[in-house]
């Protein structure tokens, strides 16, 4: 390649590596709601373990209202007495 040819493709290169930089540097970060990083979660879950995004759902609403009670064992009643 000579150098005329080499420094214009520099040029070209530099001038594609400013025009993607400008596009990346204008868009705008998209906000996602918590419902659906949820949604994402669940179905990343069930496709992981293979099991029915609905499952997944059903199980971390039992967890969740009974996680209550893994803190009622008979130590946890007597620290919370002292507390």
Not at 23 to 29: A, D, E, G, P, R
Not at 56 to 62: C, D, T, Y
Not at 66 to 73: C, K, L, P
């Amino acid at each position: 390649m000579t150098e005329v040819a080499t420094r214009n493709s520099d040029q070209a290169l530099s001038s594609g590596q400013a025009d993607q930089e400008t596009l990346i540097m204008s868009k705008k970060l998209r906000q996602y709601s918590n419902e659906f990083k949820a949604k994402v979660a669940l179905a990343a879950l069930a496709a992981r373990f293979e099991v029915h995004p609905s499952m997944v759902s059903q199980w971390k609403r039992e967890l969740l209202d009974n996680a209550v009670g893994i803190f009622e064992s008979s130590s946890g009643k007597a620290a919370q007495k002292s507390l």
